[in-house]
């Protein structure tokens, strides 16, 4: 019950009802990655602008759970001004962190760190990882 | 206290603080069954069909008399009985091996928006590879499949009717003696996806004349990993396998092969023979209770439930009129999958999501949905923690200011 009051308290409610950078453009320039979890139909889709190896925008659209979407938003967010060397290295570390496997706790997660109480609804795992999954395929299209 | 007969033989309810309210997914297994499954793995272990010695002869003896505990349990023979991985495998072999052969373009086949996936899916593969049409039956405003609407779908060009007998998700019984009846007058050949049905209702394929019925073990008692084709045998008979392999056979040659008759020439390669068992040892369960009384108990938690959660504010209900035990819902404004994990913290176990009926979320134009099965072990003391949860994730949700 805590638990769960302390997930959805901090940053997770106000992105899901205030998302950032939400909404999808029609500019070939973005890397555009399409998700979905089709046990429960979260379904995301995240947009990347890479220049120079810097993540100049990163957008997302879709539904689904709070978790899903809020963390879509923390994502783009977090990314929005990072080289991809490092975008590659936080994205990959949060999910480690969600999904309760090792971690370096030293790599700043910012807002995102607050995920890590998903863990301890290892059901939702799934729900916090596909925007950050989207995106580093996205990566990796580039 | 209340009374009921049957919870002491489920441990997994008896043993922990959990209010299991997701039978329709998965029943809770009896002491009985598990002690079937374990002593063929404990004291047999031993193939089926092959071997000369004791163990090898019991387990046969025990698979073979499980099939015929299934076809009196459905009023059928034992040679329309085929062991499958479950209902999905069961209806895939009648899409894969009958459908594929006989079904034409231009041919219609009937679905519905109530169809389970695995009722929906192998059809729908038979009509994008054959050229035949896929056809709906209209639901009515509640979601029901109706005669009338069936009717208004069905033609001279109809070859296959598939349709569920009770919908998972909003748990209507179809009448499907009618369908079955109509569609045979067509000459259509009938599919009946019996996986919700057979664990609430009496099932017997001789008075319903359906041609095919499937279910899975899982949601009658029984073990996962193990379901039943019911075929009528003039189908049986003329129907390919779709795996071949050992122990299917009877002559094997360099550049062909002959197969065994119906049912083994379906069962290739070594079976989930322990699965079986416990099957058998479940429908011997069913037999020893009154499935009319369990059912009556259902309703009446059915009923009573319904009527506590329609009054909290905040909770849309999906399958108002809903003649099993299902309650399909949502607290409005919450995600099915936010809200389970709510109910999931108080050892309330419901199912969230779009229950692989996908046709039925957007019938409704929602993305997914909670789900409460009520069965014959739960209480009424389960459904008022669940009343209570409902109650308490409807004022939490609101507090956390979703
Ligand atoms: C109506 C219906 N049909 C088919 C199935 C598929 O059963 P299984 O997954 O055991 O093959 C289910 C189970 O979820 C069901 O509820």
């Not at chain 1, 939400?22 to 947009?47: E, M, R």
């Not at chain 1, 120079?52 to 001004?81: F, P």
């Not at chain 2, 499958?84 to 034409?104: D, E, F, P, W």
């Not at chain 2, 003329?238 to 049912?263: C, F, L, Q, R, T």
């Amino acid at each position: 019950m805590e638990n769960l009051e302390n997930l959805y308290r901090e940053v997770i409610l106000e992105h899901y009802k205030n998302p950032r950078n939400k909404g999808l453009l029609p500019d070939p320039s973005y890397v555009t990655v399409h998700i979905k979890n089709p046990s429960c139909g979260d379904d995301i889709t995240i947009q990347t602008k890479i220049k120079d190896n810097q993540i100049v925008d990163c957008r997302h659209e879709g539904k689904g759970c709070s978790i899903c979407c809020s963390s879509a938003s923390v994502l783009t967010e977090t990314m929005i001004g990072k080289s991809t060397d490092k975008a590659k290295i936080i994205a990959d570390n949060y999910l480690k962190m969600v999904a309760n496997k090792i971690y370096d706790e030293k790599i700043d997660l910012e807002e995102a760190e607050v995920y890590i109480g998903v863990r301890q609804f290892p059901a939702r795992v799934k729900c916090a990882s596909i925007a950050w999954q989207a995106f580093m395929q996205a990566l990796a299209k580039k | 206290m209340e009374q009921n007969i049957w919870r002491a033989d489920f441990p997994q309810i008896t043993e922990k603080d959990m209010i299991y309210l997701d039978s329709a997914a998965s029943s809770l297994k009896p002491n009985s069954v598990i002690m079937a499954v374990t002593h063929y793995d404990h004291d047999l272990s031993a193939n089926i069909h092959r071997g000369v010695y004791k163990e090898a002869y019991e387990a046969t003896f025990l698979y073979e008399e499980t099939r015929e505990k299934v076809a009196r349990f459905i009023n059928a023979i034992p040679e329309e009985i085929v062991f499958t991985r479950g209902a999905t495998a069961a209806l895939n072999l009648v899409a894969l091996s009958y459908g594929l052969k006989n079904i034409h373009p231009g041919d219609e086949i009937i679905v519905s928006e109530l169809e389970h996936h695995s009722s929906l899916l192998p059809w729908q593969n038979v009509a994008l590879k054959t050229g035949a049409k896929l056809v709906y039956v209209p639901l009515d405003s509640e979601g029901r499949i109706t005669i009338a609407n069936f009717e208004s779908v069905l033609s001279d060009h109809t070859k296959v009717v598939a349709l569920t007998y009770i919908s998972n998700v909003l748990g209507y019984i179809t009448p499907i003696a009618e369908i079955i009846t109509l569609a045979h007058a067509k000459k259509a050949i009938t599919v009946i996806d019996a996986a919700q049905a057979i664990e609430h209702m009496p099932v017997d394929v001789k008075t319903l004349k359906c041609d095919f019925l499937a279910f899975s073990g899982h949601k009658m008692l029984g073990p996962t990993g193990i379901g039943i084709l019911y075929g009528k045998q003039e189908y049986l008979e003329i129907m390919e396998p779709i795996e071949v392999g050992g122990d299917m056979n009877d002559n094997v040659n360099k550049y062909d092969a002959e197969w065994k008759d119906s049912p083994y020439k379906f069962e290739a390669g070594t079976m989930p023979i322990a699965s079986a068992i416990g099957l058998g040892t479940a429908i011997d369960y069913w037999q020893e209770h009154n499935i009319m009384a369990m059912e009556d108990h259902v309703r009446r938690l059915r009923k009573y439930t319904y009527t506590q959660i329609k009054k909290i504010p905040g909770i849309t209900i999906y399958n108002p009129t809903s003649e099993t035990g299902l309650i399909a819902f949502n607290i409005d404004g919450v995600h099915a999958h936010d809200a389970s994990s709510y109910f999931a913290e108080h050892n309330v176990c419901l199912r969230a999501g779009h229950h692989c009926a996908q046709l039925v979320m957007k019938w409704l134009n929602i993305e997914a949905c909670l789900r409460a099965s009520l069965f014959f072990y739960n209480t009424f003391a389960d459904c008022d923690r669940f009343i209570d949860a409902t109650k308490n994730a409807v004022k939490f949700f609101h507090k956390m200011g979703f």
